[in-house]
């Protein structure tokens, strides 16, 4: 059999693909639609804390892994990051950088872990990707949203490790840094009272008469002011309810 007939003779796979981090970094999802003539199978799963970047290539991984033979695949994703990069060239020269994106490999690539599995599948089998606009109406890319955004989640998701390589050593100290036991203030009630600002005594001011706006509920008689950093603390006791004539005036008919 010649390498043309051979390649005529891959089945054709049509796959749709999605990826979510909520928030971004945060617990991550991906979601998959595989269609092969009659028969549909759906994927998905979670991460404790990704991208949804890394959730996106996943997507793309999991789906082209599933693939028990090699295939004639036709990939849509709404991911420009995993199709221009892909269809690009870009991260086929990334790797053949050894993932470096400056000559003195002071700046990195993201996601090589990822990248290494997915351009290994595409030299695999033979891969189309094409983007599509997410959320635009298309039913196998939305059904990828809904499986994406439920394995987000999930109980119990794995953990990432390809993306704590990626944390910085900024981040990492900021998350293993207990977090700040909040403690109660008193609302500033007198004059006297320091500012929480800048510590300085606050003193009394009366505001300058100004227009009332239209449909103003109320106003401030007083308030207290720092002299040192010019904070402004607007009190309880002082405030003032105007008439209910002003709070009805948008419903009055001219």
């Known amino acids: 059999m010649d390498a043309e007939t051979k390649q005529s003779s891959l089945r054709e796979v049509v796959i749709h693909t999605d990826g979510a981090a909520v928030p971004n970094p945060g617990a991550g999802g991906y979601g998959v639609v595989l269609r092969f003539e009659q028969h549909k199978k759906e994927l998905s799963g979670g991460y404790q804390r990704t991208t949804s970047n890394r959730m996106e290539l996943m997507a793309a991984i999991v789906a082209l892994e599933a693939l028990k033979e090699r295939c004639k695949v036709t990939l849509y994703s709404d991911s420009q990051y995993v199709v221009e990069s892909v269809v690009g060239g870009y991260a086929r020269r990334w790797r053949a950088n050894d993932w470096s994106l400056t000559k003195d490999a002071t700046k990195k690539a993201k996601n090589p872990d990822l990248w290494e599995r997915l351009l290994a599948l595409c030299d695999r089998h033979e891969v189309e990707l094409i983007w599509v606009k997410g959320h635009s109406g298309i039913a196998d890319n939305d059904r990828c949203d809904v499986l994406a955004m439920a394995a987000c989640k999930r109980p119990a998701l794995l953990p ?95």
Request: include cysteine; aromatic fraction near 8%; hydrophobic fraction near 30%.
């Open 160 to 254: 990432d490790p390809g993306f704590v390589e990626l944390v910085s050593e900024t981040e990492k100290k900021a998350m293993e840094r207990p977090k700040p036991v909040r403690v109660h203030r008193d609302k500033m009630k007198s004059e006297g009272q320091p500012c929480r600002n800048c510590g300085t005594a606050v003193v009394k001011r009366n505001p300058k008469k100004r227009a009332v706006k239209e449909g103003q509920a109320f106003t401030y008689s007083w308030y207290l002011y720092c002299p040192g950093c010019r904070n402004m603390y607007m009190v309880d006791e002082a405030k003032v309810q105007l008439p209910i004539d002003r709070l009805e005036l948008f419903d009055q008919e001219e």
